[in-house]
């Protein structure tokens, strides 16, 4: 595609709640990244994909969290049993090859409500 | 932890002033880069200094980086309101881009 698409845009949820983020990266892009971002807050690091293979999961907050990339491009972030402190916009980038030296394309981000 | 710190966290300038901003990172890294963030939501790369780089520019952009003091700063020249945005310095070494919280620059025109 053009550009780094995440799906929905907006999630409202109630707490409890199983939800489900998608991100579409670029195509041919190997490299995808997961942040998470609160309220006036900087980015999070969560979760960086090589590939269908996860190398990095050390910012995942909490087994509650996980995510898979099918076929080296679609990726989905799950989180089970949402919790109010889960409301933050994700946002999804992705890379041509994941090298250190790479500048990352965002999408527009999920802002997710818990309530 | 590799995380860029900006400074200041906030700044609110008239058009057609320069806007500095400063980024603080705490080990030794491959590059820095610099994103902007418009209402929230996704962030676009402006420029990116590599660390046996002292100066970069891009149009209105002016970033340069000090390794010995570890720290980066960002110049926009001339400001225009259609500047105003987040902008984030974001760190490389071994592991993904780690970014700092963030200077909201607000330009008045």
């Known amino acids: 595609g053009a550009g780094v698409s995440q799906s929905p845009s907006n999630k409202v949820t109630e707490k409890g709640k199983d939800v489900e983020l998608r991100c579409d990266p670029i195509?041919?892009?190997?490299?995808l990244y997961w942040y998470r971002q609160s309220l006036g807050q900087g980015l999070e690091f969560l979760i960086y994909?090589?590939?269908?293979?996860?190398?990095?999961k050390s910012g995942l907050p909490s087994d509650r969290f996980s995510a898979e990339r099918t076929g080296g491009s679609v990726s989905t972030l799950t989180i089970q049993r949402t919790q109010q402190e889960d409301s933050a916009v994700y946002l999804c980038?992705?890379?041509?090859?994941?090298?250190?030296?790479?500048?990352?394309?965002f999408g527009s981000g999920t802002q997710l409500s818990v309530l | 932890s590799q995380q860029g710190e900006e400074d200041p966290q906030a700044l609110s300038i008239q058009e057609g002033e320069n806007a500095t901003m400063n980024c603080s990172y705490k080990?030794?890294?491959?590059?820095l880069q610099w994103y902007r963030q418009n209402s929230g939501r996704g962030l676009v790369h402006l420029i990116l200094?590599?660390?046996?780089?002292r100066e970069k520019h891009s149009g209105r952009l002016r970033v340069t980086l000090d390794t010995s003091k570890k720290s980066s700063s960002l110049l926009i020249t001339a400001s225009r309101a259609a500047d105003t945005a987040s902008y984030f310095c974001?760190?490389?070494?071994?592991?993904?881009?780690?970014f700092g919280k963030g200077t909201r620059l607000s330009v008045i025109a």
């Open positions: 195509s041919g892009h190997t490299a």
């Open positions: 980038a992705s890379s041509t090859t994941g090298q250190v030296a790479e500048k990352l394309f």
């Open positions: 080990t030794s890294i491959n590059n």
């Open positions: 994909f090589q590939g269908n293979s996860a190398p990095d």
């Open positions: 974001a760190t490389t070494g071994n592991t993904p881009l780690v």
């Open positions: 200094i590599r660390s046996n780089e």
